[in-house]
């Protein structure tokens, strides 16, 4: 067994072709090789961790015992493409194309406006596509499982749910999964009327057709059944990777090599090899050692294969729950709970039990179930021989250690079936509801004697110390106690002294996780209750407790005595919350009827790259063929928050094998640094850093790894300086500001505040937010090779801004620069100014070495180095009369803006230009400040401060009516603006709109009887509370800024008929060059298909402004319209002679005739102003208008909840196209949902952001969807401000996301209630589930001693 042994031939097939990999390296993922050795490029790569789905492939195997054949989906990010020998892997490029034909999952999640940006649509498909190999028509449950790993930042996921509902055949229905939201209670059916009309038709989908799948290689098939056995070795630059073939073998090398783990799933060791720079001489994979996959039956349970993938235990225990006695199966319904909610589906796949058990996550969902039920362990090593060993709180040994030995290999786990009166069971607390670590996670188990006596139990925590811990004194003082109130408070006492997390403990969340041991007890004694009240028969030795007496919490302390069981008031802590996903309604206005079939304005009309988009073809940066010589760029980052350089030392990194060059502040050939809003940003650092993760150099070598290795290797020295600031606070005390400072006031808030019957004075502060564009930022730069002149491939939503930086940096003209920007991954305002200074540091490597450079962000450096939205701290103070009407206000903005000013300035502007969001109040009064911390520099994301600004007076108007104890909506009616108004800086404006869209939605949701409903549901639940909101928003569309409200376009026309567009707008999901596709079909008379959209180029169209500020269309759609009206006429002697003939008859005869087949377009927007001295103007050209109701429901003893469902109804105008307008209601709504309730940016006391990936940053997945998710277009709504009628829609309504934030609220409230508490309190945002439990007050909450602030440093800094 030589470690010396050269490597064996890697075979494995992939869509069908054979590959044969002669020098296979352990360390290449199956992403890598598909998109740099086969040039697929389809697999995207967007987190790199397993944690967003955008890699997804289909992994087949032949298995030689059962003849079959198993599909199942994978992370090809996390995949070793040595783990794949004996393989067939499919991509997106082997399930279809527009070549050939699409698969129907392509052409449906295409047709139903599925794709957006399209970067995460190759990995949906996949998901779908694997799904649909494995069962042909599948339920909604399966395909909300399939999709649980897929991220998507654009649509909302709604229509891809959609698109994918078209394959089931199941009626739409839940099956009485129930609640509100549910299909089978005919109230809740929203409105009760037909969709009509439908964005996209259902006739004449391609169908399903099992031939055109890829079979399975025959060649595969044979070498299973036929060949030998053989180890496998595979040699690499660094790793080694051995594949033995029996027990004896594996355990005898990894008695060898103690060392070297086992390789299974790779998901614990592939992120620590490459997020940790871990490095392992030798990996071992046991994938075909037989005794680590044999499952096992015996009278008293089952021994599975440590080395079998979570689903398939998940089969296997499945398996068991259908064919046993339901008293035999409390163990495995408990682990199948939680199995349904770890990690996504893909993980799940290739995850091994065994991999789970040995990773010994402190928060692992198994291990507390496991132990708690009593498993036990086979475990084999060459000096021990084979031995069992229980898995109970010995076993774990600390953070990350079991009791196993280095050279212990773990062979089968056995899970025991449960006895008559033993009960299991699990719950687990994350901070998304699904495919995420949870905070808190419990396995529970009590055997119960005579008398409900508790014989034994066994209380498992995962997610309050180093590792799963056994809550061993509690259970003490449960033995021999009948299961009772009694019991159970001593219970909470014990268990509160011993399980005790240090205020600052790793994690957060103390007083969250402490209450959770609490609560997650309470339910497993509720579940008891309720399973013994129910059991038919008493089991033998137990008697039931409900003969004893159940008695029931109360906030009085023991109270009522049922005979029957756990009454329903208290069983809604044990309900699950309702998850059925219905179709929901997308309302929008058809054209008339007198409409030209051709015209394609005002048509839901397909995203024009959406096909391109969901079979992997369409080209984004980093997809972009390697030019020769091509060089990649790694960035150094700073360590430190604030400090002086002392030096940087590369030699290190030189001397390692492919690095060739740095970058350096010195290299820089012209400007050193870029100019925002009067103040200097250096690209890169020279003496001194202000944050953790600023930009000091760049380290370039011949491959991707390589310059990471690189870029580890440089040391920089560092001299801290003193008193970092961070917060808010500290930057106010410290009077750190950039300037200036933004005031708008108007009447006289003094008196407006003497003169009300109340004041109230309150704060909310606002979490900053990740963009978290799926395609991470990307740019390409290429040399021409002569004078000086450049082309500069970039995913920039701004290629002017990227233009002039490069140029500016290399100092040469904008003439030598070239932007391309074909299409973005999203972008959602986070690709303008950091996109602009990457790109310029890209272009000083291409510069220096006269290389191509490419430089692709990973997600973790992504998002340390590019910033987000701004947090924001708002005070208000306000008055206000008896009536709820409001007097005065007086709002006080801080934005903590990072170390660099950006575009903050802008930010705060945009805050207390919208502090009034759609309240008339007549003495106002608003501040805003952009403050100046040692945290990366936080940058435009969509709405623009907006959403902060808004959602600070929202929480005003909800404290007033919490103070006058009536219904927030009417509060809000009260002050909204009605008629002919004026805001508060001048801008005259109709409201009609904005009430039209309030009163539609009120109408539609039926808001009386609603409200009813949810005021009755919480007086029969005390642990269940349901919330509603009802929130408008008032948005000023266009640039203040008045020369940024201009576009320009060329149009082309061919002798065939055929027309390019180059505008100035970059696609980047939102659909613009659709839209544009379709102005030109209307200016011209032509059909969509005949118009194409290339890319975005500095070289078509000069000076472009920014696609942004939800004035994308309205620019470039008035500049494309310029110019095809200018071609139109130019045809007007050709058409008048001919005025039969076609349009290409027509362009043919302009040639002939020598007319000018090529013009350009311009516009020039409107002068919006702001007279910052005098406080008033006219900053915007109109505004979009849109009302929203949300309803949750919310468990108050763990703080999840669920939107049960959500109605917009939207004032677009005209709109151009309903479903891409639709589209973008849909994915901003979910951002801000996003926004306000889940996304959670986390910092160290020291500065540095712990928040850099999918596994600790989360964005709305599936199960953030609403339930009942309707949108509505307002009809007969006009606007003489923009093309065709139309409005901007990009931005607005994210903000209406908070209508979920204040339903939590407003259940928070109902919650509060129960323990005697009323009127305003605070509610920070995201209102995540730690924030809104505890705002609860529930209990056990509050039975957990609060640390004095000041006493401890926590583990985060709330900035
Ligand atoms: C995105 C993501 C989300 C996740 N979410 C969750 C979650 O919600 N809940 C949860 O509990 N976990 C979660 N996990 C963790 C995941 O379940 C574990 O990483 C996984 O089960 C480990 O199995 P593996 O086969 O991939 O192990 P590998 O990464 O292949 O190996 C991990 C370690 O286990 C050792 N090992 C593996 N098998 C054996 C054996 N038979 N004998 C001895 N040692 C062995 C190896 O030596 C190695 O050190 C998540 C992981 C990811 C990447
Ligand atoms: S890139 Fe593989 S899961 Fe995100
Ligand atoms: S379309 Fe899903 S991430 Fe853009």
Redesign the pocket.
Known sequence: MAVEKSSDSLCFFVNGRKVTEENADPETMLVSFLREKLRLTGTKVSCG???CGACTVMVSRYDPLSRTVQHFSA?AC?LPVCQLAGAAVTTVEGVGSTKTRLHPVQERLAKAHGSQCGFCSPGMVMSMYTLLRNQAAPSMERIREALG?NLCRCTGYRPIIDSCRTFTQESQCCQGNGGVGCCMNAEETPGGEPSTPRLFPTEDLLPLDPTQDLIFPPELMRVALTEPQQTRWFRGERVAWVSPVSLEELVLL?STHPQ?????????????MKFRGVVHPLV?S?SRVAP?FEITHTPQGVWVG??L??TQVQMVLGARVEALPQEKTELYRSLLH?LR????QQ??N??????????A?P?????PVLAAGGCRLR?ASDAGGSREVPLDQDFFRGFRTTL?GAA????AVFVPETRPGEFVRAF?Q?PRKE????TV?TGMRVVLGPGAVVRDVQLYY?GVGPCTLRAARTGQALLGRPWGEAMLQEAYSVLLEEVVLPPGAVGGKVGFRRSLTLSLLFKFYLEVQQALALMSTTPEGVQSTTQQGVQSTTQQGVQSTTPEGVPERELSAIRPLPCCIQPGQQGFQEVSGSQSEQDAVGRPVMHRSAPAQATGEAVYVDDTPPPQGELFLALVTSTRPHASILGVDVSAALRLPGVLDMVTHADIPGRKARSFMGYEEELLADKEVSCVGQLVCGVLADSRDRARRGAAAVRVRYQDLPDPVFTVEDAVQRESFFLPRRRIERGDVCKGLETADHVHSGELRLGGQEHFYMEPQSVLVVPVGEETEFHVYVSSQAPTITQEAVAETLGVPSNRVTCHVKRLGGAFGGKVTKTSILAAITAVAAWKTGRAVRCILERGEDMLITGARHPVLGRYQVGFMEDGRITAADLQYYANAGNTVDESTLVVEKMVLHMDNAYNIPNLRGRAVACRTNLPSNTAFRGFGVPQAAAVVESMITDVALCLGRPAHQIREVNMYRGPSVTHYGMRFDPENLWRCWEEVKGRVGLGPRLEALRSFNQDHRWRKRGAALIPIKYGVAFSEAFLNQAAALVHVYKDGSVLVSHGGAEMGQGIHTKMQQVVSRELGVPSSKVYVSETSTASVPNSCPSAASFGTDANGMAVRDACQKLYKRLEPIRTKNPKGSWDSWTRAAFLEKISLSATGFFRGPDCYMDWEKMEGQPYSYFTYGACYSEVELDCLTGDYRTLRTDIVVDVGQSINPSIDIGQVEGAFLQGLGLYTLEQLSFSPGGLLYSRG??QYKIPAVCDVPLSFNVHLLPDSHNPHAIYSSKGIGEPVLFLGSSVFYAIKDAVSAARAESGLGGAFPLDSPATPERACLACATPFSQRVPVSEPGSFTPWALNI
Do not use: F
């Open positions: 961790g397993g944690g992370n996390l790993g990894k070297a783990p086992l390789v299974l799933g790779n998901t614990t060791l592939g992120p620590e071992i046991p680590l440590a080395g993938s979570l939680q909610a770890l990690a996504g993980i799940r290739v995850a091994s039990l065994g991999g789970n058990i040995v990773s996550l928060n692992s969902d198994l291990n475990v196993l212990d290999v773990l062979v687990r994350a495919n995420a670590l949870a996670t995962g999918p596994s």
